[in-house]
């Protein structure tokens, strides 16, 4: 059980376009999904935090108008990449809890490239 | 903020050898979690222990929470056990409840 999963798992798109990506937990349901940031060879930044049915909180130095996150139903969160730049490229991982105080189980990651 | 600070950074085995990995954090958590990151960007939860030991057939772990540190140890290491292993402790409560990844160890298991 607690299976997450991300797609697409890799994506290339031009400079000034804009990125969906969607995280879905399978076979829970998942109050609160969060969304990571992973540069090469560095550990996971948080980027926000998603409660069903609320506006994301994010974290300090994450632009809101650039990474819109949505957190549609109790399986699905998506982030929207918007005006991609070669400097949003990274690897973005989304995790699903069952509510605040249970373990995080993540998705496979996503791998932007902006070109 | 909190820091979360792991060692070794980096770490080579002889497929065979046991290893012990260690978290320190710098200030009272509600939890801690540890994760394998494979090669391929899979995180895999091995465990949730805020405080004591837990063992999962070659692994095991244990937080000392009042002395802020968590140690896993790794058995019989296998090829299979290389990547990144990352410590996550939580901070907050209720919504405001989040991870923070420690600086991870590279681990690589050799033959």
């Known amino acids: 059980g607690a299976v997450v999963s991300q797609h697409p798992s890799r994506v290339i798109c031009k400079s000034g376009t804009s990125v969906k990506i969607e995280c879905r937990s399978l076979?829970?349901?998942?109050?609160?999904m969060f969304w990571y940031r992973q540069f090469p060879k560095q550990s996971l930044m948080l980027m926000a935090t998603?409660?069903?049915?609320?506006?994301?909180?994010?974290e300090q130095g994450v632009e809101k108008d650039k990474f819109l996150i949505n957190h549609a139903s109790l399986t699905l969160s998506t982030l929207t990449v918007t005006s991609a730049h070669p400097e949003d490229s990274s690897f973005y991982i989304c995790?699903?809890?069952?509510?605040?105080?249970?373990?995080?189980?993540f998705g496979p990651g996503t791998r932007l490239t902006v070109t | 903020g909190i820091q979360v600070e792991q060692s070794p950074p980096d770490l080579i085995l002889q497929e065979g050898a046991n290893s012990t990995l260690r978290c320190n954090f710098s200030?009272?958590?509600?939890?801690l979690q540890w994760f394998h990151q494979n090669p391929w960007g899979q995180l895999i939860n091995l465990f949730y222990?805020?405080?004591g030991t837990k063992q999962n057939g070659r692994l095991s772990a244990t937080t000392v929470a009042t002395e802020r540190y968590s140690l896993l140890y790794i058995s019989s290491s296998q090829t299979t056990d290389s990547g990144v292993y990352f410590c996550?402790?939580?901070?907050?409560?209720?919504?405001?409840?989040?991870?923070?990844f420690g600086t991870g160890t590279r681990l690589q298991v050799t033959l």
């Open positions: 995790s699903a809890s069952r509510g605040a105080f249970y373990e995080q189980y």
């Open positions: 076979d829970f349901q998942a109050t609160t």
């Open positions: 998603s409660n069903e049915g609320s506006k994301a909180t994010y």
């Open positions: 200030d009272s958590v509600n939890n």
């Open positions: 222990i805020p405080s």
């Open positions: 996550a402790v939580v901070l907050g409560t209720g919504t405001a409840s989040k991870l923070t």
